[in-house]
T-cell receptor, first 112, second 114 residues
Framework: NAGVTQTPKFRILKIGQSMTLQCTQDMNHNYMYWYRQDPGMGLKLIYY???????DKGEVPNGYNVSRSTTEDFPLRLELAAPSQTSVYFC???????????FGNGTRLTVT | GQQLNQSPQSMFIQEGEDVSMNCTSS?????WLWYKQDPGEGPVLLIA?????ELTSNGRLTAQFGITRKDSFLNISASIPSDVGIYFC??????????????FGTGTRLQVTL
């Protein structure tokens, strides 16, 4: 059982470039999330989705976009990368409201 | 937004010692969760607490959901080298019809010496 799978594991971007961070889960969870983790800090919510076709902003959504066309996939898009987006990004999923989150292993992104 | 204060920020202990860490919030939560993160990996759920006053164990780990719903603690007994990592508390409102958005603490970095 793979759980939550994120790709790539590492990426270096130049300022202004764009990229998509991929996330897929095989647990048939309705809810999916994107968090970022900055050094020495807890995780902050970027976007979340309660089901296919439904997305909503979290605490720090600026500079990001998401889509949820299927239950399994929840990609995160950076359109114009900025140094402030250097971080480790974690995707997570949960069965429903109040259910614990299951995390992927993260994507480490550096913007130079 | 909601703030979670987690303490201590870091601790060095010797193998076999007991460890205690806690988390306090400026507002109430319906669920408290404790996660452990190893280097290069995502957080892994250790214990979930769903009811004020609840005391739950998972092997050598014990966690409690504070009566006021604004705090929680995690104890690790007889620590071993593989306990090394960063421990995060997280509060969750988990209200019906909303997503399970978590508010995370800033983590406690645990290092165990032989």
């Amino acid at each position: 059982n793979a759980g939550v799978t994120q790709t790539p594991k590492f990426r270096i971007l130049k300022i202004g470039q764009s990229m998509t961070l991929q996330c897929t889960q095989d647990m048939n969870h309705n809810y999916m999330y994107w968090y970022r983790q900055d050094p020495g800090m807890g995780l902050k919510l970027i976007y979340y989705s309660v089901g296919a076709g439904i997305t909503d902003k979290g605490e720090v959504p600026n500079g990001y976009n998401v889509s949820r066309s299927t239950t399994e996939d929840f990609p995160l898009r950076l359109e114009l990368a900025a140094p402030s987006q250097t971080s480790v990004y974690f995707c997570a999923s949960s069965r429903g409201a109040g259910s614990p989150l299951h995390f992927g292993n993260g994507t480490r992104l550096t913007v130079t | 937004g909601q703030q979670l204060n987690q303490s201590p920020q870091s601790m060095f202990i010797q193998e076999g010692e007991d460890v205690s860490m806690n988390c306090t919030s400026s507002s109430i939560f319906n669920t408290w969760l404790w996660y452990k993160q190893d280097p290069g990996e995502g957080p892994v759920l250790l214990i979930a607490l769903y009811k004020a006053g609840e005391l739950t164990s998972n092997g050598r780990l014990t966690a409690q959901f504070g009566i006021t719903r604004k705090d929680s603690f995690l104890n690790i007994s007889a620590s071993i080298p593989s306990d090394v990592g960063i421990y995060f508390c997280a509060g969750q409102l988990g209200m019906a019809g909303t997503a399970s958005k978590l508010t995370f603490g800033t983590g406690t970095r645990l290092q165990v010496t032989l």
